[in-house]
């Protein structure tokens, strides 16, 4: 296959892509109201009663629903963009690399949904719960504002379905021999060192307490990872 038939493929997916997030955003958007009550229920779990969600710029309840309205049919059409990779990739596999690759990509995704639905399901609202709770007081209540908190719920959220790939990126890694669990475990503390700047990049806020719910599962993953890579060189 030519360049120029891949690159003709590569077009073709993309564009399918895009046409069917376009066509998967109309119903969202339709449905902006459930969706936004769904995607907050972790911090409006944790505000007072007398606190509530706001926002402060004409068009950033426009944009807001825009915003959840593209996340959730990027959400709907990411077991196709999965497939038009596998589709991309597969006329240059062997036949028995078509089966592992397909079985990566499948836990792959899996990986990605359980990091985030965990995320959304139990550190986020602890997160939110410390954050709104243990700084109020009878002088300052919370009203968050819908863009600040859509921003930083999703971006913790998209963390840790990524962070959920680190054992099965290690994997491969170990199984074509690039890394090793003696490697990886002599490098500890510089992963240390890394992941705690990870942690402030993709923490929205300057909070202390969450860098340390970024920072404790990038540690905890590491060393899975090291357990993984051992295991992994033990197979080969």
């Known amino acids: 296959m030519t360049f120029l038939e891949h690159f003709g493929i590569l077009r073709a997916s993309l564009i399918k892509i895009v046409l069917i997030m376009v066509i998967l955003f109309v119903p969202a958007f339709y449905y902006r109201d459930l ?11 944790s505000l007072p009663a007398n ?3 706001i926002f402060t710029r004409p068009a950033e309840g426009l944009s807001s629903n825009v915003r959840i309205s593209f996340l959730t049919s990027f959400i709907l059409t990411f077991p196709l963009i999965i497939y038009e990779i596998w589709t991309f990739i597969k006329p240059g596999l062997y036949e028995n690399e078509k089966k592992s690759s397909a ?4 836990v792959g995704t899996l990986l990605f949904f359980i990091g985030a639905f965990c995320c959304y399901r139990f550190v986020a609202p602890v997160t939110f719960n410390i954050l709104i709770n243990e700084y109020s007081s009878n002088s300052i209540t919370a009203l968050p504002n819908v863009s600040d908190t859509l921003g930083f719920l999703s971006s913790i959220i998209l963390s840790f379905g990524i962070i959920f790939e680190y054992p099965l990126i290690i994997y491969i890694l170990s199984k074509f021999g690039i890394t090793s669990s003696r490697f990886l475990a002599s490098k500890r503390k510089y992963s240390i060192l890394i992941s705690t700047i990870i942690s402030a990049v993709l923490t929205p806020t300057t909070d202390v307490f969450s860098m340390l719910f970024m920072l404790v599962p990038l540690v905890l993953f590491y060393e899975i990872g090291i357990l993984v890579s051992y295991l992994t060189y033990k197979e080969r």
Not at 35 to 45: H, Q, S, V
Not at 103 to 106: E, Q, R, S
């Open 103 to 106: 079985l990566v990509i499948v």
């Open 51 to 53: 606190s509530k969600i």
């Open 35 to 45: 969706l936004m009550e769904l995607a907050l229920i972790p911090i409006t779990d």
